[in-house]
């Protein structure tokens, strides 16, 4: 009786024929299709209410601010919690915490039904950005759990993001058709199916957490505080800087306290017994290396867009609906790069394609800054460019800082890349942003400017452009440094092994 409970106990959490990871796409339909709903919901959230704004801001009596606030609020809770979450999802379980985040989705979702004030569509914003920081980095974690090859792995998280980028190009066509004949909640409700699609896939296909592949050290709370605290002022500091300019004191004292939080966040982790986030793990060069490259795509997609946006509206004098047919080569590029992804990792290996498609991404930059003032023809290969090298990063780094932690920590490791994205997204705006506020003078949204007005703004562009460009670089060039270190140290036969599977 001794030697079975011996082996009972022996055989916790160890897989069976039964549980063995899936050899096909097809295999995991059922957990990809809940996997896939969940980044839809991320991608899609905020693209399909901007076309309601005017109509909330209508009905509500919201000013201008709280409009802000009700997109706001949901990036500031989602990217200041993702790090918290995704650490305690490592300890409790990713499919436990994936679950518990698709009820309160589910939840908030259909409780903007109800909605009759402005501050409380703001809550129920804040609900859904702990939901999505619940959720998101899990979806990126559970597809790499679900298989045991990198090929597998790398094209199941290309389909994730797809079907995410398909929402995000449909989102606002999408939310104007809902608007014609349905009240704007309904663009907000629907979250509430997507959220049950997520959790039926989600608990039919994925296995329950095993026990030997969680985190068993605790939490620690004051790491979580300041982390949280990091992130969220590092989120909210671009927004004010354009939105209050230079001169104002405000955006100054978020970007010290943003600092002063990230300074007191390393003194914790590196004195802390149990840290939220073991800042080793983080230097591993494989792990930091892609954090870099996908810092870098994020800046770049952002500062990009919002440089081109005002650009072919304000100085090439193009109508909204323009404005949207000419930003179709990111969206189309965004969408269909997808099938570039295998054919170039099984061609140059994961380490190589990661670092290439961040070039590109500089690339872009380097085309819009130099040569964006000439003509359409540069804006639109800047966008294919910056489109192409952030396509493959999205998948690349994220599958890489997967491989370079270890299997108690992916979440974790999910919610660094999704936070890399959105503080780099926030502060390529913000570069932007400023320099178009120092270089140009008057009001830039005035309906017609002066001859020495347009030569400003294209000037500031340039910079603007240019800007992005050295940042960029500077990220790509620590990723790739990085990358050179740990190929000069050598891999092992669990990495070698890897590389094999992905071709």
Request: aromatic residues 6%; positive net charge; hydrophobic residues 55%.
């Given at each position: 009786m001794n030697v079975r409970r011996h082996e009972a106990v022996d055989n916790v959490g160890a897989p069976t024929e039964?549980?063995?990871?899936?050899?096909?796409?097809?295999?995991?339909?059922?957990?990809?299709?809940?996997?896939?709903?969940?980044?839809?919901?991320?991608?899609?959230?905020?693209?399909?209410?901007?076309?309601?704004?005017?109509?909330?801001?209508?009905?509500?009596?919201?000013?201008?601010?709280?409009?802000q606030w009700v997109t706001g609020v949901y990036a500031v809770v989602f990217g200041g919690l993702m790090l918290a979450l995704g650490a305690l999802a490592d300890r409790v379980g990713r499919r436990k915490v994936m679950l518990a985040g698709l009820v309160?989705?589910?939840?908030?979702?259909?409780?903007?039904?109800?909605?009759?004030?402005?501050?409380?569509?703001?809550?129920?914003?804040?609900?859904?950005?702990?939901?999505?920081?619940?959720?998101?980095?899990?979806?990126?974690?559970?597809?790499?759990?679900?298989?045991?090859?990198?090929?597998?792995?790398?094209?199941a998280t290309t389909l994730i993001s797809t079907v995410g980028l398909v929402g995000l190009a449909i989102g606002p066509t999408a939310g104007g058709f809902v608007l014609a004949f349905a009240p704007w909640q309904a663009l907000l409700v629907v979250n509430a199916p997507i959220a049950a699609l997520a959790y039926l896939g989600i608990r039919r296909g994925i296995p329950a957490d095993r026990v030997d592949e969680l985190h068993r050290d605790p939490i620690d709370g004051a790491g979580a505080l300041l982390g949280t605290?990091?992130?969220?002022?590092?989120?909210?500091?671009?927004?004010?800087?354009?939105?209050?300019?230079?001169?104002?004191?405000?955006?100054?004292?978020a970007t010290a306290a943003a600092i002063g939080m990230a300074v007191l966040f390393v003194v914790?982790?590196?004195?802390?017994?149990?840290?939220?986030?073991?800042?080793?793990?983080?230097?591993?060069?494989?792990?930091?290396?892609?954090?870099?490259?996908?810092a870098a795509a994020g800046l770049a997609t952002a500062g990009l867009g919002y440089l081109v946006t005002l650009q072919l509206?304000?100085?090439?004098?193009?109508?909204?609906?323009?404005?949207?047919?000419?930003?179709?080569?990111?969206?189309?590029?965004?969408?269909?790069?997808?099938?570039?992804?295998?054919?170039?990792?099984?061609?140059?290996?994961?380490?190589?394609?990661?670092?290439?498609?961040?070039?590109?991404?500089?690339?872009?930059?380097?085309?819009?800054?130099?040569?964006?003032?000439?003509?359409?023809?540069?804006?639109?290969?800047?966008l294919v460019l910056v489109a192409a090298g952030m396509r493959v990063v999205g998948v690349v780094a994220g599958t890489n800082v997967m491989r370079g932690l270890p299997t108690d920590r992916t979440t974790t490791g999910a919610a660094l890349v999704d936070t890399a994205g959105e503080v780099t997204s926030g502060i390529g705006i913000a570069v932007s942003g400023t320099i178009l506020a120092a270089l140009f003078t008057g009001d830039i949204a005035t309906s017609s400017w002066s001859t020495y007005q347009t030569t400003e703004f294209r000037e500031a562009v340039t910079w603007a452009g240019l800007a992005l460009t050295v940042l960029a670089a500077a990220l790509v060039g620590w990723g790739i440094r990085a990358t050179s270190r740990r190929q000069r140290g050598g891999s092992s036969p669990q990495s070698a092994r890897r590389r094999a599977s992905c071709r």
């Open positions: 039964a549980s063995r990871p899936p050899r096909s796409l097809r295999e995991a339909g059922v957990a990809l299709a809940g996997l896939s709903a969940v980044f839809l919901f991320e991608m899609l959230d905020n693209s399909i209410l901007n076309v309601a704004l005017p109509t909330i801001g209508r009905e509500l009596s919201a000013s201008t601010t709280v409009l309160l989705l589910g939840a908030a979702s259909l409780a903007t039904a109800f909605v009759t004030t402005a501050e409380q569509l703001i809550a129920i914003r804040a609900a859904m950005g702990v939901a999505a920081a619940m959720t998101t980095p899990g979806s990126l974690a559970l597809a790499f759990r679900l298989f045991d090859e990198d090929g597998l792995r790398v094209r605290a990091t992130i969220a002022l590092a989120l909210v500091a671009p927004t004010l800087f354009v939105d209050a300019g230079t001169a104002s004191p405000l955006p100054w004292l914790r982790e590196r004195s802390a017994r149990h840290p939220l986030l073991d800042l080793e793990l983080l230097a591993r060069p494989l792990v930091s290396s892609s954090l870099a490259f996908k509206q304000l100085d090439r004098g193009w109508t909204p609906a323009q404005t949207a047919m000419g930003m179709l080569p990111q969206v189309v590029v965004l969408i269909a790069g997808g099938a570039l992804i295998r054919p170039l990792v099984t061609r140059v290996g994961l380490d190589k394609a990661a670092w290439l498609s961040a070039g590109a991404v500089v690339c872009g930059l380097a085309v819009y800054g130099l040569l964006g003032r000439f003509g359409y023809a540069w804006v639109a290969l800047a």
